[in-house]
C-alpha cells in the first residue's frame, strides 16, 4: 500500500529533518502543514505552534531551546504560519530567524516546494502529479493521494520487499543481501524495472541484459550524470552532450534517491564505489577542466577537489564569509570524510577558524587594554580562544603536511600563520606596555608562590585526608581550559589564572610551586648560571625540589613520574600517604625536542592526566590539584630574521627570552628592576624582549620570558568522588572497515565508529571513545586524528546511542604488518570492541 503523502512529509522529511538538526523553523503562510508539525510532538519533542502570539511562542521556543541544551528534550519544532525570511533586512525583525540559525529550516530551496515532495513521494507518476499542479498550483493532499490508485510492479515489490516506488528504485540501485538474492534468483522483475525507469526518471534502459548486475550499471550512471548537469550552472561540454541524461522534471527525484544513497550509511560505501567509477568512465575530470563553477553538490570525487581549491583561493583573498559557505555546503560530502580528502578540508575550517577569531579579537583589543588586570581578564576569558585555535590549525599541519609533498596547502598555511602572528604581536605591544607600568605579579591575583600554601597545605591539616598534587611542565592556560572539561565528570571541578614567576623557564618556575615558596623562594646569579633556592637550599633539581616537600612532611609525602603512576610502575603508594606528588614533563620535552609533532602530544598528556586522576579515585585519593610552572608560545610564523638581540650591559642570559643582570633599556628590551617584577635576587634587573622573538633563531617553541602565553597559567582543583557514569556497557560499541575488507591501503585509513542503545536506559547521555591501533606488543600505531568528530584537545570522540561517525586514523609512517584497531574507555582502557587487519601499502 502506498505511503500517503501527509504521512511521507511528516515522517521522510520533517521528522528527519528534526533528527538531524535537534532544531527546525517550519515557515508556512498557507498553513498546510500544521497539523503534520503538531503531530510531531512527543516527551523529547517540542512542538511550538506560533499562529496564536509571536511573542509567547518565542518565549517558550527560548525556553525549549534552555531544555535542549541540558539534555532533557532530542529535539525542538518551531511552527510559523508566515513566509520565511529571504534576506538578512528581513531576518533581522523575524523573532524566530535565530532558532533557524542554530538549526534547520523548512522549507529549505526548492526541494522542498510541495511539488517537489509530491514528486519524490511518488516518483512512478511524476508525469500526472505535473499536470495537476499546472491546473492547481494548490492541490489538496487527498488529490495527490488519490493519484495512480492502483498498485503496479508486483514482482518488483514482492522480490525488494518495498512498497513506495521510491523504495523500489533504492532497492534496485543499493540491494541488500536478501534483495540481491531475490534479483538473482529469476528475471521476472526485468520488464517492470523497465516501464518504471521509463516512468520515474525519463530512463529507456540500453542495455538487453536481463541481470542486475548490467541493468544497475546504467541505472547508477543515469542517476549520478542526470544529477550532475541538473547541478552544474555552466553549459555542459560538448563531448557530454549526448550522455543520456534526465528531463528537468525528473529533478526532485534524481536528487532525493542521490541524496539517500550518499548519506545512508548501508549504502554510502557502494555510492563512493559507483561515483568512482562513472567518473573514471565518462572522463569527467578532463572533460570539464574548462569549467569553473560546478554547482553546489559534489556528485563525484572530481567536484570536490574543485571546490577545495575555491575554499582555498578565498581563503587567500582574505574573505572567509565565502571560505565558510562553500565549508557549509560541503560539511557533509561523502567525499571531504574521506582520508586524505577529510584532512585537507579539516586543515582549511581550521584556517577559517583561527583568521575569524583572530579578527574578531584584534578588534575588541583595545577595549581591554587600559590596565595590566583587565588585559588579563581578557585574556582568561577570551584572548586564550586564538591560541587554542592556533594549537589546533598547528595539529592539523602537523598531520597533514608529510603528505602534502606538493606544497598543495602551503599558501594557505602560512597565511593562517602570519594572521596568528599579528594579532600576537598587537597583543604583545599592550601587555609589555602595562608590565612596564604595573610591575608583576599583580596583588589581587593569585601568584604560582601562593599556590601550594594557599590550595594544598591547608587540605593536608585535616586528619586523615588526602591530596594528590600535579606538578606539570608547560601547561598553558588554554590547555587547562581543555583539561577542565575533560575532568568535569571526576568530581567537583574549579579553575582559576595563576600568575607565574619570573623568568619564566622551568627551574625557578617549578620551585614557586614548592611550600613556602611565597616567603622563602630567591633567585642567585653566579658563574654557572641562575639557581633557585628556597630558604636557603638550592631548589634547581627534581631531586632538591622533591626533598623540599619530604622535609615538611615525611611519611606522609611520596612521588612519582604522572607516567609511571598511570602504567603501574612505579612504588605502590602507601595508605598513610597524604600527599602525593606527580610530576610530568611531556608537553616541553616533546615541543624542546619535536616541535613539528608536538602539538599532537599534548592529547596524549592530558590523556595521562585523565587516566591518572581515575586512578587516584580507585586509590581513595579526596583531592587533585593541578599546576604548572609556565606557558609556552608557539612561534610556527617565525622567519630567518625574526630574533631578538641581546641586551647590552652584564647580563647572565636566561633560557630564550629573558636576561638578568644589570645594564640599561634600549629600543628592543624592557628592563625592569627584578623587584617590581617579584623576583627576590642578587640581580639588579631582568631584560625581556618587547616583541614576541627570542634570542635564537628556528626557535618553533619558546618559553622563559614575558607575554601572556608565557606567563598567565592555570590551576585546577577538584573535589574527588568515587561515582559511576553511565556505562559504555549498556550500549554497544562498534568499529568496522569498509564493510569487512581486513587490509588497509592508505595511511589514513577511515574506520566505522557507531553506538547503538542495548536497552532503554542506555539512550540518555553520550559515551566518549578512544580509538587507537596497537601493534602485537601492544604498541600505540596509530591513533584517531583531531578531524571531524574527533576532539583536539582529547584526541577522543563522544556518540549518542544510535550515532554513528567516520574516523580518520593515522597510522604511524614507518609501521606495516597486522595490527588491532581498538575503541577503549579514555579513562580506563577498557576494550569496548575492536577489529584485526593488517597493512597492504602501495609503494
Known amino acids: 500500500m502506498q505511503m500517503r503523502i501527509e504521512a511521507y512529509i511528516q515522517e521522510q522529511v520533517l521528522a528527519e529533518r528534526l533528527r538531524k538538526n535537534a532544531v527546525v523553523v517550519v515557515y508556512d503562510a498557507e498553513l498546510r502543514y500544521r497539523r503534520l508539525c503538531q503531530g510531531l510532538a512527543s516527551d523529547g519533542t517540542a512542538v511550538v505552534d506560533a499562529t496564536e502570539s509571536s511573542i509567547e511562542s518565542r518565549e517558550q521556543a527560548m525556553r525549549a531551546l534552555q531544555s535542549l541544551g541540558r539534555g532533557e528534550l532530542q529535539g525542538l519544532l518551531v511552527y510559523v504560519p508566515a513566509e520565511a525570511s529571504l534576506d538578512d533586512e528581513h531576518k533581522q525583525v523575524d523573532p524566530f530567524s535565530p532558532f533557524a540559525a542554530c538549526g534547520g529550516v523548512f522549507p529549505d530551496g526548492d526541494g522542498d516546494s510541495f511539488q517537489s515532495l509530491c514528486l519524490k513521494a511518488k516518483p512512478e507518476h511524476a508525469e500526472e502529479i505535473r499536470r495537476l499542479f499546472a491546473e492547481d498550483a494548490k492541490p489538496d493532499f487527498a488529490v495527490i493521494d488519490a493519484v495512480g490508485g492502483g498498485v503496479g510492479w508486483p514482482n518488483l515489490r514482492a522480490q525488494l520487499g518495498a512498497e513506495s516506488s521510491r523504495d523500489i528504485l533504492l532497492g534496485l540501485m543499493a540491494p541488500d543481501t536478501r534483495q540481491q538474492q531475490a534479483l538473482h534468483a529469476n528475471d521476472a522483475w526485468v520488464s517492470e524495472a523497465r516501464d518504471l525507469f521509463k516512468r520515474t526518471l525519463g530512463l529507456k534502459l540500453r542495455t538487453r541484459g536481463k541481470t542486475w548486475s548490467s541493468i544497475g550499471d546504467e541505472l547508477w550512471r543515469f542517476v549520478l550524470f542526470s544529477e550532475f548537469v541538473f547541478d552544474l550552472p555552466e553549459t555542459l561540454p560538448e563531448a557530454l552532450a549526448d550522455i543520456p541524461r534526465a528531463e528537468q522534471g525528473a529533478r526532485p527525484i534524481v536528487e532525493a534517491l542521490c541524496e539517500t544513497l550518499?548519506?545512508?550509511?548501508?549504502?554510502?560505501?557502494?555510492?563512493i564505489e559507483k561515483a568512482e567509477e562513472v567518473e573514471h568512465e565518462l572522463n569527467l575530470p578532463d572533460q570539464c577542466q574548462a569549467l569553473t563553477d560546478l554547482g553546489v553538490r559534489d556528485t563525484f570525487p572530481f567536484e570536490e577537489r574543485t571546490f577545495l581549491i575555491q575554499a582555498m583561493a578565498a581563503f587567500d583573498q582574505e574573505d572567509i564569509e565565502r571560505v565558510r559557505t562553500i565549508l557549509a555546503q560541503h560539511e557533509r560530502s561523502v567525499w571531504t570524510s574521506q582520508g586524505e580528502s577529510r584532512e585537507k578540508w579539516y586543515l582549511v575550517e581550521a584556517a577559517a577558524s583561527l583568521a575569524q577569531a583572530c579578527e574578531d579579537l584584534e578588534q575588541r583589543l583595545p577595549e581591554h587594554?587600559?590596565?595590566?588586570?583587565?588585559?588579563?581578564?581578557?585574556?582568561v576569558g577570551s584572548l586564550r580562544e586564538v591560541d587554542r585555535l592556533h594549537r589546533e590549525f598547528e595539529q592539523a599541519v602537523s598531520d597533514y603536511v608529510w603528505q602534502d609533498t606538493r606544497g598543495e596547502m602551503s599558501s594557505l598555511i602560512q597565511r593562517a600563520r602570519k594572521r596568528y602572528a599579528k594579532v600576537a604581536e598587537s597583543v604583545q605591544q599592550s601587555f609589555m606596555r602595562l608590565v612596564k607600568k604595573t610591575g608583576w605579579p599583580l596583588p589581587n591575583m593569585l601568584a604560582n608562590t601562593q599556590v601550594f600554601d594557599r590550595l594544598v597545605a591547608p587540605q593536608l591539616k585535616q586528619n586523615g585526608h588526602r591530596v594528590a598534587y600535579f606538578m606539570v611542565d608547560a601547561l598553558r592556560y588554554e590547555l587547562?581550559?581543555?583539561?577542565e572539561k575533560q575532568l568535569a565528570e571526576d568530581g567537583a571541578i574549579e579553575m582559576q589564572p595563576a600568575l607565574v614567576q619570573l623568568p619564566s623557564v622551568t627551574p625557578v618556575g617549578m620551585a614557586s610551586l614548592l611550600p613556602g615558596a611565597d616567603d622563602l623562594l630567591a633567585l642567585e646569579k653566579s658563574e654557572d648560571g641562575l639557581v633557585p633556592v628556597l630558604d636557603g637550599k638550592p631548589v634547581a633539581t627534581v631531586i632538591q625540589r622533591m626533598d623540599a616537600f619530604r622535609r615538611r612532611y615525611g611519611q606522609r609525602f611520596a612521588e612519582m613520574r604522572l607516567e609511571d603512576f598511570v602504567r603501574n610502575k612505579g612504588p605502590e603508594i602507601s595508605t598513610e600517604t597524604d600527599l602525593l606528588v606527580l610530576r610530568s614533563v611531556e608537553i616541553d620535552?616533546?615541543?624542546?625536542?619535536?616541535?613539528?609533532?608536538?602539538?599532537?602530544?599534548?592529547t596524549n598528556a592530558l590523556k595521562r592526566i585523565r587516566m591518572a586522576v581515575h586512578r587516584l579515585v580507585e586509590q581513595g585519593f579526596h583531592e587533585v590539584v593541578i599546576a604548572t610552572d609556565h606557558g609556552f608560545f608557539m612561534n610556527s610564523h617565525a622567519g630567518a630574521g625574526d630574533v631578538a638581540t641581546k641586551p647590552h650591559g652584564d647580563w647572565l642570559i636566561v633560557h630564550d627570552r629573558c636576561a638578568l643582570g644589570d645594564g640599561s633599556a634600549d629600543d628592543n628590551h624592557l628592563v625592569m628592576e627584578t623587584e617590581r617584577?617579584?623576583?627576590?635576587s642578587n640581580a639588579n634587573r631582568l631584560a625581556a624582549p618587547l616583541t614576541m622573538a627570542p634570542y635564537r633563531a628556528g626557535l618553533q617553541y619558546f618559553h622563559g620570558g614575558l607575554s601572556l602565553q608565557e606567563c598567565v597559567v592555570p590551576v585546577i582543583r577538584m573535589q574527588l568522588k568515587s561515582h559511576e557514569q553511565p556505562s559504555i556497557k549498556r550500549a554497544s560499541?562498534?568499529?568496522?572497515?569498509?564493510?569487512g575488507a581486513t587490509r588497509i591501503t592508505t595511511r589514513v585509513p577511515v574506520i566505522d565508529v557507531s553506538v547503538e542503545a542495548a536497552d532503554m536506559f542506555s539512550s540518555e547521555g553520550s559515551y566518549e571513545?578512544?580509538?587507537?591501533?596497537?601493534?602485537?606488543?601492544?604498541?600505540?600505531?596509530?591513533?584517531?586524528?583531531a578531524t571531524g568528530p574527533v576532539n583536539p584537545a582529547t584526541g577522543t570522540l563522544s556518540l549518542q546511542p544510535g550515532e554513528s561517525v567516520k574516523v580518520n586514523?593515522?597510522?604511524?609512517?614507518?609501521?606495516?604488518?597486522?595490527f588491532k584497531v581498538k575503541a577503549l574507555d579514555p579513562r580506563t582502557q577498557t576494550v569496548y570492541s575492536q577489529i584485526d587487519l593488517e597493512t597492504d601499502y602501495t609503494v
Do not use: C, W
Not at 262 to 271: C, T
Open 369 to 379: 587594554a587600559d590596565t595590566l588586570e583587565a588585559l588579563v581578564q581578557f585574556y
Open 809 to 818: 586514523l593515522k597510522m604511524q609512517m614507518e609501521f606495516e604488518g597486522k
Open 677 to 680: 617584577l617579584g623576583i627576590r
Open 733 to 739: 560499541v562498534s568499529i568496522g572497515y569498509k564493510q
Open 589 to 602: 620535552s616533546y615541543f624542546e625536542n619535536h616541535p613539528e609533532t608536538a602539538p599532537a602530544e599534548i
Open 769 to 785: 571513545i578512544l580509538l587507537e591501533a596497537h601493534d602485537k606488543k601492544g604498541n600505540v600505531v596509530g591513533e584517531a586524528k
Open 262 to 271: 550518499r548519506n545512508d550509511r548501508r549504502s554510502q560505501d557502494l555510492y
Open 480 to 483: 587547562g581550559v581543555a583539561l
